[in-house]
C-alpha cells in the first residue's frame, strides 16, 4: 500500500450503481466500509458488473457475495424480505438475515460457491417476515457468480415468489369444490344456453322440474312450453332481452312451470346471464333456477289482504282520515272528510299542515303529535275548528272528535287515525241557552235539537216543541218523567241513574239513549245536560238539548264493523307472516324493532317481548351490520326509495348465513317516512353459489393480470386487444388504453418483423405458432429497444370450433440473451486476457483438449509455433509433452472441476532444435459454460527454469559452503539480518554433544558460560544493530561439561548496494592460547614479584650503605648511590611489566577522581625536565576545565610520551607539548624531532611488546609504554593517535573528554 | 620502652634487613616466615604494630589480616608489607590499617612506622 493513498469516492459516483429505484439508492446510502465487501470501488469487477444487472432488473434478484455471503437485492427482491428483514440486510451475511433457514439453504449456497448451481419451482421455505413463520413458495435458481479468475465470488439468486399463486390455485380448486357444493345444497337449477343452437343443458333437478329426460339436450321452444302460458311470451321476451349486447346480459325473472308429467305447478325465480363475444353476441347464456312457489304464494296473499284492508277504510261513512308518520301525512281519507276539507283526492300523500295550514295555530297538530309519539288518545268535544276556505273565507266548524294512535300489525304506532263528527249547531244551540234562559226558551222550540229544562228534583219541566214532535207527545205529556215511557227500556235504568247523578251533583252530564219516535222506532239521541244556576248562584234545575244520532251511531257501528274486519285481516297477516320464511319486520326511525316476524324471532332465539322495541344491537346485530342498517335507514328516510343488498350474518341455529334484505320506506300521510318496514330472505346457497363462481372468474382473470409472464387476448381479424395483462402491457411500454385498439394500431413498429402474419395465420388457420428467442424491437418511450421473447400465439376458438381471436402468451428473454451477450462478451475479454496475458496462457477446448486459443508466450513455453498448435489436440501439436503426467491433470480438471496448479514442476519440452528440461509452475482451471457445464481448460504457465536453476545453482553452493563448513574445526555459523542464528556447522554440535533440534529449541546461548552471556548477548545485539564486526571471547561448554574459551568473530554479508544480507561468525577455541597468556601472565606477575623482593632487599642495604658512607667516602656514596639509581628504575620495569599483564587480564585498577588536569600537567612537564639537561619542554596552551579521571595514570602517560620524546630525539633540544580545548574534550599532543617513524610501525606501536625493531640497538625499555598508554586513555574514553615521519621527528596525541559539570 | 614490632615475610633477607632498620631506629622486632600462629603471635609479644607480607605460608596475607580484624580484643595497626603493585587496593580491601611498598626507601619506612606507633 506504499502507492495508494486511499481515493476517497462515495458510493453514489460508481456508474455501476446507478438507477435501481428504491434498493439503487440503499446500495448507493449504505457505507460499505464496514461491510466484508468493503468500499464499492474495490468490487470485483463481476460483483460491479451483476449488481448493475440486478438493479436494472424488475425480477427479484439478490446476491450473496464471498464467504461472508453478503447481501445485495434489488427492489423486484425486496418483498420476499417482508416487513422483518428488509432493509436490514443489506450488506449483511444471508447466515443472519436467513437463520431460521439456514439449515436448509446452506449446503444449496455452498455448492453454488463450489459452482454447483442449483434451482427448483414452487419450492417452499418456512420464512419468518413478518414476525411470524408463513409457508412461502418460490421459483428460484442459484447460480455462481464468477470473479475474473474465475473462482466462484458468491451466489446470485434469482426468485419469484409463488407463494400467492400456490394459495391461488388452491382456492380456485376449493372455490370450484364450494360451487358445487352449493348448488346441490341450495337445490338450484342451473342451465347453460346456447343462443347458436337454441339449445340449453340443465342439471337433473331443472329437467325434474320440467319434467324432461335427464340426459336430454333441451330445445327452447321445449322449455318455453312447459312454461304457464300467463308467463311464457314474458320469459322469452326477457330471454331476448338479455341477449341482447346493450342489456348488459342480465337475466332475472319469476315464473310457472307445470311440470309436464306430474302438472305440479311450481313458480321459479331465473336468474343469469349471457356472455358476448367480440361481434357483440352472445355466445353463451347461462344460470340458475329457483323453486320459489311457497314464498310466491305466501307474497300473494299478503298482497290480497292489503288490498282489502285498504278498500274497507276508504268506505267508511263518518269523516275517518289515517294520517301516517311525525308529519301527519293524510294517507287515508274518505269522502265525508275530503267534502269537509274541501279537498280532493290529490291531498292524499300531503302532509297535513300542507292541507291545511291554518290547523297549526289551533294546536291540532301538535295533539296529533301527542297521540302519535306519546301512545294517547285523545278525545275532543264541540272544539271549534276555523277552516279557510278556498275562497278565502272563514268557517268554523265544531267537532267532537278522537285522536287514535294507528297501529300496524306488529302494533307499532305509524300514524293517527283520526274520527270526527260535525257538532257546530249542537254548540250553537247551547251557546245560545247559555245566553239567556228565556231567550232560550222561546229559541229552544226553534231549535233543530231536543231541548228541555228539570228543577232541581229530577223532573222535567220543559221540553221544546221538536221533542214533542219527535216523541208525538202534547206538551203536558212530555214533561215530568215521561220521558220514560218513550225511552228504551235497557236505557232507562242508566238514564235515570246518570240524571239523578248530575242533579244531585250538580254537574254536566251526557248520554246516548235510544228514544222511541213517532214512527215507532228506537232512535239514538244523545242528550246533554247542564245544571242551571241562576245569577244569585242557585241552583235550578238541569237544561238539557238532545239530538238524534241515529245517523252517527250507524256510521260509528259500520266503523267498528271495519275495525273488527282489520282485526282480522291483522290476524290474518300475522298467520301469514308467522308461516314464511323470510324475515319481516318494521323498524321505527330510531331503528327499534316495532314489529318482528316469528322467524325472525327465531332466528334471534328470542321472544317478542325481549325484541321489540329494542334496537338493532340490542338485538344482537354486530355493530357494522348495525350501522350499515342505521345508515341505510337514514338513506331511505332521505329518499324515500326501497334499498336492497345482501348481509351476511350469523343465525342463531343455522350459522353464518347470507341475507338478501329489502328495506321499503313506511310513508305517512304527509309523504314522509315514518317507519321502515323490512323483508329479509335467506339467500345464503344462491349467494353463495354466485360468489364461488364470480370469485373464481376473478381468480382467474387475477391469476393471468398478475401472472409474471405476458398474456394477451387478441379478437378478430383485426386483433383487436380485448385483454392485456400488465406483465404485456410492461413489454410494450404502454398502458391500459391499449385495451379496444387494434394490435397493428399500438405496435406499428412490428410491420416488418413478421408478427403480424404470424398473428394473421393463426387466425386463419387455427394452428397454433411458438418460436423461441424472437428478436422484437419495440418502441418504448418513442425509442426502439431491442427484446427478445418466447412467444406463442394460441387460436381461441368459440363453441363451434370458430377461431374468433388469438391469445399471445410470451416471456421476456431478454435478460436471458443479454446475459448470453454478457457471456459472450466475457469470452471476448477472456480472449483478450489471453492474447495479452504478460504469462503464458491458452485456453484447451473440450475433452480432447484442442488448443482453441494461446498466446506468444505460451508458444515460446511450448517451443512451438502457431500452425503446430493451434487447433489441435494439445498432445498432437505438442507430442513432446506426452507420458509426462499431464494428460491424467488435465483430465482430471475437465471431469472434477478442480483446479489445480504446480510449481517448479520439471518437463522436457522443445528447444534450441532439441529437447531440454524446463521447470513451470502452471495452473489449469476448468471454464464453465453459464450453465455450469466444464467446456474447457484455462492454462496459465510460467516458465520457471532460470528461476529454479539460480536457485538450485544457490542450493547447490549452499550445500558446499555447508561442506565446507562441517568439515572445519573451527565453529562457524550464520545469522539473519536480525542476528538469529540460523546455521551452525558440525564442529558446534559436535562440540557442545548438543543437536540441532536441541540449538534449535533452546537456543545457542546455552552453550555459552553464565557468567559470559549477559556480556555476549549485548555485544551481539550491538553489532547487529550497527551493522559493525563482531568480536568477543567467551566460555563454550564442551559436551563433557568443561568451558573453554572460544574467540567469536562475526562479520555482516553485504550486498551490492551496501544492505546487510547475512552474518557469518566463527568461534575459534583460544582455551590453549588463554591458559598460555594466563600462564606467561602469572609467571610475569611471580616473577616481578620475586623480582622485587632481592630489589628490596639490594635497595635497602645500599640504603643502609649511604646512610653510613655519607659521613666517611664520597666516592663510595656516589657509586652506591648509582646503585640504587639502577634499582629504581629496575624496580619501574617490573612494575611496569606486571601492570601490563595485568591490563591483559582485566586487572588494572583505576581511582578516580576529579582534578586540575593543568596543574598536574605543569607538574608532570617539571618533574620530567628534571630528568634531562639537553631537552626543553615547552609547554603552548592551558586546559582550564578539570578532568574526572584516575590523575596517576593519566600522569603515567604524559609522563610515557614526554619520555619517549626525549627519548627518541638524542639528537634535538626540544620537545613541545601542546594542550588546547575542543568542544568536550581536552586534547594534548607531544611532538619531538627525532627520529620518527614510518606508517607501517605507526600502527602497531600500541600494541603490546612491540617496539620499532630497527631501533633496538638504541632504544632500552620493553616496548609496553605505548600499550599502557594507549590502554590507559581507552579506559577515559579518549582516543589516543600518532604522526610521524622518519628522520622528522613524531607527535602523539591524545583527548580525554570533559565532562560539564551538570 | 622500645615500641614492638612483628614483622611477617617468608623472605628471611628482608627479615634481617628490617630488623637490622628498625633497630637502628630504636625498635624491637620479631619477625616470622609463617603467619599461622598470628593471633598466639600477638598474645605472646602484644606488639605495637604488625607488617604483613602477602605471599607468606600458610594461608597468605590477606586472610590473616582478616583473622586478626575479626578479633576484636587485637587493636594492634596491621600495615601491608608487600611488592604488589596494587598494594593500596588490597589495603582498604582486607581493611588493613595501612602498607609499606616494597621495596622502600627507608626514610619512608621508618616515617610509615612512625606515622603509627609514633
Redesign the interface.
Known sequence: MKNSAPQVVSSHEYPFLQGGGEMGALIRAKDWSNTPLGEPGTWPQSLCTMVSVMLDNPFGMYIAWGKEYTQIYNDGYRPILGTTKHPYALGISTRETFKEIWHIIESMFDGVMNGKPVGFPDFMLPLNRNNFVEDCYFDFSYSPIRKENGEVGGVLVTVIETTNKKRAEADLKESKDQLQFAIEAAELGTWDYNPLTNKFIGNNRLKDWFGLQHDAEIELPLALAVMAEKDRSRVEQAIQRALKYESGGLYNIEYSIINALTRQERIVSAKGRAWFGEDKKAYRFNGTLEDITDQAIARKKIEESEHRFRFILEHSLDPILILKGENMVLEIANEPLLKLWSVDKNALGKPFLEILPEMKEQGFFDMLQDVYFNDKIIKGNETPVTFIRPDGTKEIIYFNFTYQPYREENGKITGVLVIASNVTWQVEAKKQVEESEERFRSLANDMAAFVFTGDAETNVDFVNRQWLEFVGLKTEEGLGKAWVTVTHPDDVEHMSGTYEDAVSNQKPYEIEIRQLNTNGEYCWVLWKGIPRITKDGRFAGMIGVGIDITYRKKIEQALYDQQAETEKLQRLYEAVTANTPDLIYILDLDCRFTYANPALLAMWGKSWDEAIGKNLLENGYEPWHAAMHEREICEIVLTKKSIRGTVSFPHAELGKRIYDYIFAPVLNSEGNVEAIAGTTRDITDITTAEEDLLKSEQQMRAMVETAPFPIGVYIGREMIIQFANQSILNAWGKGNDVIGKSFKQILPELDNQDVFKQLDDVYTTGVPYHTKNQKIDLVIDGETKCFYFNYSFTPLTDSTGKVYGVMNTAADVTDLNLAKLAIQKSEENLRSTILQAPVAMCFFKGENFIVDLSNEKMFELWGKTANDVMHKPIFEGLPEAKDQGFEAILQGVYTTGTTFSADGVPITLPRNGGIELVYVNFVYEPYREANGIISGILAVAIDVTTQLTARKKIEEREQKFRLLADSMPQHIWTADTNGNLNYYNQSVYDYSGLTPQQIDTDGWIQIVHPDDREENIKAWIHSVNAGTDFHFEHRFRRYDGEYRWQLSRAVPQRDEEGNIQMWVGTSTDIQEIKQMDQQKDDFISIA??EM??????????L??LQ?QLSEENQTILLYASKANQA?ERL?GLV?EL??AS?IQNG?L?Y?ISTFDFNAMLDETIENIQHTTKIHTIQKTGTAFHPVTGDKNRLQQVLINLLSNAIKYSPNADKVFIKVEEQPGKIQVSVQDFGIGLSGQHLDKIFNRYYRVQEHAIYFQGLGIGLYLSSNIIQRHDGTMWADSEPGKGSTFYFTIPIYSEQ | MKKHILIYDDDPEILFLCTAILSKYNYEAQTFSRCDNIIADIEKHKPDLILMDLWIPDIGGEKTIAIVKEDKNIKTPILIFSANADIKNLTKKVNADGYIEKPFAINIFIETIQKYIG
Request: charged share 20%.
Open positions: 616481578s614479584h622485587k623482593t632481592p630489589l628490596t632487599t639490594a635497595k635497602g642495604y640504603e643502609l646512610m634499582l624496580n612494575t606486571l601492570d595485568k586487572q585498577n581511582n
